[in-house]
């Protein structure tokens, strides 16, 4: 299969499963173990890929939430998540997909722009979020938001689904970047 | 395009569940039973979540290309949508809420009697502040419809006070339009020229005089009578 479908398992109980999905195999290594690390009721399972679509030998649970890790720092990341993201089916994001872009503390090192970033997670209509990964105390900080975003796309919280959190987390504001 | 690589993560197990055997056998029940309730909840949430999509996918998707500035709107208008529900939603619970309320204060104020004098020291004093509010409601109310009329009335005045400056410059400008047509009539100009010519003739005759007099060769310095006449001669008739 070659599309990610967020529907066609059935949940294991009291496990969550997120997939990290970037090019820099280190930042997504960090934040996998700040994630572990949360004291959390639910079982974590992390995944890291690459790139999608990934490789249908292996039986993996169903995937909860997907965050695309963009790096500020470097073209290739941002055509490797735009690349991946033909591969993710159309009901993922009712807000089961979330984007995080990290590197933007360093202006002089940013070969993206900001709005550039900013733009794609509007035409998805899914959350962004930045964050630095390299300092410990942010990854940290972004880790439990993830945990968090996990408990509740994985449906362990009663009362929110992951519709419901897109909606809070919508941004009021238009990206800048229809202006120009 | 290359193999992608995958490798899950050993994940956490939840902490708290596996205690030392020396430790009550009730906490451990207990912590079970933490868990079946969480885990009930769960299945709950997630059964629901199913539920909805299912109801989702049978409701038909419009099949036509549509551009992507109309697909942008209505995914703007299903959004409002969303919220829209979730605030009635949200007010519903609130009303709902509100009964319920109020449905176990009259429950309990009928079983408790005479011993709810707290309660029932509330509810007057609810009561009395409820009556106070639309008192002071009504007056002002009765306040903001004077302050309509006196603003009414010096609206009216003021227009009235306009219209009577505009009528007073509509009689000096055509007081002033008159005195200008007057000025430029004919009638004043025949008796201007007149005038002139009186003026001129005038001042032929004086000089005629003033010819007789210094063509008689008479000193007239000495007599003061032809001085005067002569000094009143000179007079130039223009400047009067």
């Given at each position: 299969m070659s599309v990610l479908r967020p529907m066609d398992k059935l949940p294991d109980l009291n496990a969550a499963t997120i997939l990290l999905v970037g090019t820099e195999d280190s930042l997504l290594q960090k934040l996998a173990e700040s994630m572990l690390q949360d004291h959390c009721a639910s079982e974590l399972r992390v995944h890291l890929a690459?790139?999608?679509?990934?490789?249908?030998?292996v039986n993996r649970p169903r995937i909860d939430l997907i965050v695309f890790v963009i790096n500020l720092h470097s073209k290739y990341s941002l055509r490797n998540v735009e690349e991946c993201l033909?591969?993710?089916?159309?009901?993922?994001?009712l807000g089961k997909v979330c984007f995080l872009a990290t590197g933007a503390g360093q202006e002089n090192h940013c070969?993206?722009?900001?709005n550039t970033v900013i733009k794609l997670a509007h035409t998805y209509r899914s959350p962004l979020l930045f964050c630095d990964l390299e300092v410990e105390s942010f990854r940290a900080i972004v880790a439990q938001r993830l945990v968090r975003m996990l408990q509740i796309c994985a449906g362990?919280?009663?009362?929110?689904s992951a519709v419901n959190l897109l909606s809070l987390l919508r941004r009021s504001d238009s990206p800048p970047s229809k202006e120009l | 395009m290359e193999q992608p690589g995958e490798k899950p993560v050993a994940g956490a197990e939840e902490c708290g569940e596996v205690r030392g055997e020396?430790?009550?056998?009730e906490e451990s029940i207990e912590d079970r039973i933490r868990l079946l309730l969480r885990l009930r909840a769960q299945t709950k949430q997630q059964l629901l979540e199913y539920k909805s999509m299912i109801d989702a996918s049978e409701e038909k998707t419009p099949e036509q290309i549509m551009q992507e500035k109309q697909i942008e709107v209505k995914i703007e208008d299903l959004e409002n949508e969303i919220e829209d529900v979730k605030s009635n939603f949200e007010m519903k619970t609130l009303a709902l809420n509100r009964m319920r309320l109020s449905a176990a204060l009259t429950k309990n104020m009928e079983k408790m009697g005479a011993e709810s004098s707290v309660l029932t020291d509330d509810m007057k004093h609810i009561l009395k502040l409820q009556n106070l509010i639309m008192k002071s409601q009504e007056e002002s109310s009765e306040l903001e419809q004077k302050l309509l009329d006196v603003r009414k009335k010096r609206l009216q005045l003021k227009q009235t006070s306009r219209s009577k400056l505009l009528e007073i410059q509509t009689e000096k400008s055509k007081q002033k339009k008159d005195l200008d047509n007057m000025e430029n009539s004919e009638v004043i100009k025949t008796m201007q020229k007149k005038l002139q010519m009186e003026i001129k003739i005038t001042t032929v005759i004086q000089h005629v005089f003033q010819g007789l007099i210094l063509g008689s060769k008479t000193n007239w310095a000495e007599d003061s009578a032809l001085r005067e006449i002569v000094l009143q001669l000179e007079k130039d008739l223009t400047t009067i």
């Amino acid at each position: 299969m070659s599309v990610l479908r967020p529907m066609d398992k059935l949940p294991d109980l009291n496990a969550a499963t997120i997939l990290l999905v970037g090019t820099e195999d280190s930042l997504l290594q960090k934040l996998a173990e700040s994630m572990l690390q949360d004291h959390c009721a639910s079982e974590l399972r992390v995944h890291l890929a690459n790139s999608l679509p990934l490789p249908s030998t292996v039986n993996r649970p169903r995937i909860d939430l997907i965050v695309f890790v963009i790096n500020l720092h470097s073209k290739y990341s941002l055509r490797n998540v735009e690349e991946c993201l033909s591969h993710v089916d159309s009901s993922f994001f009712l807000g089961k997909v979330c984007f995080l872009a990290t590197g933007a503390g360093q202006e002089n090192h940013c070969s993206i722009h900001q709005n550039t970033v900013i733009k794609l997670a509007h035409t998805y209509r899914s959350p962004l979020l930045f964050c630095d990964l390299e300092v410990e105390s942010f990854r940290a900080i972004v880790a439990q938001r993830l945990v968090r975003m996990l408990q509740i796309c994985a449906g362990h919280v009663p009362g929110i689904s992951a519709v419901n959190l897109l909606s809070l987390l919508r941004r009021s504001d238009s990206p800048p970047s229809k202006e120009l | 395009m290359e193999q992608p690589g995958e490798k899950p993560v050993a994940g956490a197990e939840e902490c708290g569940e596996v205690r030392g055997e020396s430790q009550a056998a009730e906490e451990s029940i207990e912590d079970r039973i933490r868990l079946l309730l969480r885990l009930r909840a769960q299945t709950k949430q997630q059964l629901l979540e199913y539920k909805s999509m299912i109801d989702a996918s049978e409701e038909k998707t419009p099949e036509q290309i549509m551009q992507e500035k109309q697909i942008e709107v209505k995914i703007e208008d299903l959004e409002n949508e969303i919220e829209d529900v979730k605030s009635n939603f949200e007010m519903k619970t609130l009303a709902l809420n509100r009964m319920r309320l109020s449905a176990a204060l009259t429950k309990n104020m009928e079983k408790m009697g005479a011993e709810s004098s707290v309660l029932t020291d509330d509810m007057k004093h609810i009561l009395k502040l409820q009556n106070l509010i639309m008192k002071s409601q009504e007056e002002s109310s009765e306040l903001e419809q004077k302050l309509l009329d006196v603003r009414k009335k010096r609206l009216q005045l003021k227009q009235t006070s306009r219209s009577k400056l505009l009528e007073i410059q509509t009689e000096k400008s055509k007081q002033k339009k008159d005195l200008d047509n007057m000025e430029n009539s004919e009638v004043i100009k025949t008796m201007q020229k007149k005038l002139q010519m009186e003026i001129k003739i005038t001042t032929v005759i004086q000089h005629v005089f003033q010819g007789l007099i210094l063509g008689s060769k008479t000193n007239w310095a000495e007599d003061s009578a032809l001085r005067e006449i002569v000094l009143q001669l000179e007079k130039d008739l223009t400047t009067i």
